[in-house]
């Protein structure tokens, strides 16, 4: 049970994409957790073939536990074709004596090419029903033979092929882009060429959050019934990461009013050429310049591990999300200082509405370097935030008004924002923390520059 | 005599004039060309395409038929073995059932059947199409049917244009011809450009570029679909029109150029649904440019009924610009 | 577009975005996102979703035309003819 | 079926058919008194035996070669009817056109396609007269204005039909022959085309080769007035009966109707009154006709009555196995040559479908 967040102690297996035999690239996602936050797809690290699954579905288990073992690539097709023999050998043993030996367990995978010519027409068509491989799906009848059960199973659990146009497979192969990592904007969610180019492309629009129209509303995959303790344990689970905070990190905070109007004016002139999809909010903007500001300032960007200050690999920027069915996340913009505006943009209403639909990956939970949380919205002028544990850092950012400053002598009104920053007094002292918000006011006095 | 031919100014006459010009130019310009058909003579043809022709070219030439569609179809083709080349008029494609064996068995099996000896240079015209009320019997969309068959060579004229250039080339061609002239057509107008010179009747055209979706139609169907690109325009959606004009062979690379460039195909037909002109080029689609396609390929077909006569019923019964536009906005999402 | 249309189909593009969206707390011409919490990013996409369903070019400078339900058809009416 | 045979004997014997075959055979003895003329009347009669004998033994060889699975597809054999097919062709000039049905290997043979490219048509290879693409069914040569071959019952009267409107629109004084059946004079093709041809005057010599059954349907099951002559006669054209066992009876009465068609007076009809000894198509199991009717009507073969006649005439006992063995030798070398010659290669599969682009 991989770690999904520095507040998850243990996560409950929901669902395994895979079976044994399958082959496995790393970076594959292989299975469904749900954690006190969300429910998560986890990704493999090794590349080889699924040997035994450890862990069975609504299982709860500790982080730490192994849910599968994943054998070498070498020797996976040597034991999945003697699997095979030996499968071939039961079953006919079986069929010509049927006392002689034991039943083979019924959970032992079909080999690999089986021909679906031993389905009946009446399965076969369920399974072209339920949209199911038959290829793919383990039988558990006598000789290995496809079940109804097996299907309705394959049907519940298979790992969805994405629904994306030809097009969109073909600009997906070209531009070596994972469809499972594409928002699909059309007609029931259907991945289209411009999902893909807006997923690869820094200049593409960012239509991934838009909800498909005539599209029903996307359901997170839990059960509706499931929120109510969902909620219960995410705020047990916020109450004990904060409390966590609270006692462990000494936090310092800093101030700083930041004056927007350049950054906005130039914001409103670029969105005024583009269509709504490409268009900006001021929170990219910030988060951008952040994230930069944190590449300048690398002291703040980092986790306080076993009592000492270890940096982050990247600028992945933690952004506090609330949930409207109460509580809060914080997944990742991966590598934020790195993505240009309009892309980052699009990850950014990407990640908001997965996060929102319950379906983020894993390292998107689990590994933030510093936390934004933008209260601006909600009509807050200042943060005075908790810093997420193990990270040393959390930038609050209120909201925009107009406020009166002096420019050349004289006063004038411009949109302005208040920066706050909660550091970990552990990790930094508050020349950093200073160096910090400066760099952030520098930064988005040159918008273009971002 | 009625309109002329003369001149080169461009000036506006309809399908019908501009069949009838077409008809007399071949007449005039090959004495082996001779029309046959019911009514086509005194009566002057059902819809008027040959009014005048009598009295220019007489009785031997403009020849009208007995009610025996299948024996003066195949009259014709034994003409056009037999030196001549004759244009067949079948007064509508319903009719042409009756003639069917002669078109299938005869003129499209000569030629391989002789291993190569006997052509039929024939052109076939008749009409078809629904839209005029007048019920099951008469308002048939069967040129999918005829596309369906090697041998003949299938043009569907759309617009006054292609009324007045595709006899020549039909006439030029070989192999048999069938020409179908939608009847919703004929009184359309237009000023055809008299110095156009001769149509490639092997290509289809592409009546209105766009760059999101395409819609392939041919005949009765085009002024819908132009309709509907006009209306698909206002809703930001630039929709390229593509008339067949040949329906068999079919232009397999402007369309798939062009969904090559749209990614969306919208297939307008008059025909049912079901094993259509439209399924096959649907299907030619997903053969030759399924990895352009970025949504599924749509249709616009008559629903699976026989024509009503009711004009609401008929109305609903047919393709209309309403349904391609809700095709083109579906198509592109 | 009447505007009774377009009030369905904003508060049908709200729905979207806010699945249990209660607008009997909203009045017509009460600013709807701090009721229904539209932070800016939801926002854009009901712009996106507006635009999309209308045809309606809505620039930023309309937003603040758009901060009530009544508002938001009477924008949407008026630009659809 | 009883009532079919009267008639057929009535025709034969009793119709002005039979009284040009008997006037034909009263020649001989005119010939004596002008041997030239005489010797030249035999030498006619000998190349008509020959021609039929050519058809008999081309189609008893297609049975064995059918056999051996050289030939597939459908075969109608044409054994029995030989007089027709010979006996109309003396009344026509190679400009003529002819147009037959599925049962036209002796039309072909008659028209002088040669036997070696009718058999390799039936072995499917490229010396085929038709390239392999027709079989047994689809002979054409458009080189003697042999226009097949047509294997709908009815389909090619009026492709004939628009040979005959071209001859007469260009002003040529040729004669389009169709061959047709009793089953072909119920469809409505026929109809419509005796109709068009008198209506429009054209040079169309109808011939309907009356062999009592449609398939397996006999005359008077499928026509309501079994006078076939009658009722062609109905759409104003001269139309009559003639005994199609009697090859001299049909090349008077073929070449009688040939000149009246060339005289620009529109069509004629003939309606050769004759049988098939053996199955519709290859083989068929012969339920619809009793084995005696065929007996009978072998009694009256056309070959052996035309090769009697021809003896008495004082031709040697063994002539006919003399022309036998010449036709023999002609058909030995047509196998042959279909044997040896190259198969229609695949590659061509797609040739003929349209013609070819011109090269200009």
Redesign the interface.
Known sequence: MPSLGADMDEGTLIEWLVHPGDHVERGDIVAVVETAKSTIEIECFDTGTVGRLLVEPATTVPVGTPLAVIEDGAKAPAAASHQAAARRGAASAQMSAPAASPAPAPSVPVPAGRKPAEVSPILRHLAHELHVDLAAVLGTGPGGRITHADIEHASRTRRTRPRA??????VAGELHIDLGRVHG???NG?I???DVRAAAAPSAPA?S?????DAP?RQPPAPRAAQPDRAAAMRRSIADLMSRSKREIPHYYLAAEIDLDSALNWM?ER??RL???D?L???ALMLKAAARALTEVPELNGYWLNDRYVPGAGVHLGVAI?L?TGGLIAPALHDADRLPLSELMSA??DL?SRARAGRLRATETADPTMTVTNLG???VERVYGVIYPPQVALLGLGKVTERPVAVDGLLGVHPGVTATLAADHRASDGAVGARFLTALDRLLQKPEEL | MTAQTTGTKPRRITYREAMREALREALRSDERVFLMGEDVGRYGGCFGVSLGLLEEFGPERIRDTPLSESGFVGAGIGAALGGMRPIVEIMTVNFSLLALDQILNNAATLLHMSGGQLAVPLVIRMTTGAGRQVAAQHSHSLEGWYAHIPGIRVLAPATVADARSVLAPALADPDPVLIFEHGGLYNASDDPDPSAGPVDIERAAIRRSGTDATVVTFGGCLPKALAAADQLAGHGVSAEVIDLRSLRPLDDATIMSSVARTHHAVVVDEAWRTGSLAAEISARITEQAFYELDAPVERVCSAEVPIPYAHQLEEAALPQAADIVAAVRKAVG | MTRDEALDLVRDAIRRIVPDADFSAVGLDEPYRDALELDSLDFLTLVETLHKRTGVRIDEDDYPKLTTLAACADFLASHTG | MKADHTATARGARGTSGSKQARSARRRPAAAKRQPHAAREATDHRRELLRQMLLIRRFEDRCVELYSAAKIRGFVHLYIGEEAVAVGVNQALTEADAVVATYREHGHALARGVPADSIMSEMYGRSTGCSGGRGGSMHLFDAARRFYGGNAIVGGGIPLACGLALADRMRGENRVTCCFFGDGAFAEGEFHEVANLAVLWRLPLLLVCENNLYAMGTALSREHAQTDLALRAASYGMPAWPVDGMDVLAVEAAARRAAVAVRAGGGPCFLEARTYRYRAHSMYDPDRYRDKAEIERWKSRDPIDALADAVRAEGEPAGFVDEIAQKVDAEIDAAVQSAEQAPLEPVEGLLRYVTSPAETS
């Open positions: 146009s030809p097009l969109a497979r073909r904007t059309g007609k259907v289209r060429a411009e239509p959050a838009v909800p498909a129209e509303p409103r969105n005024r269509e709504v999809a268009r909010v001021p929170a609330s409207r950014l209403r908001t919205d909600q009509g």
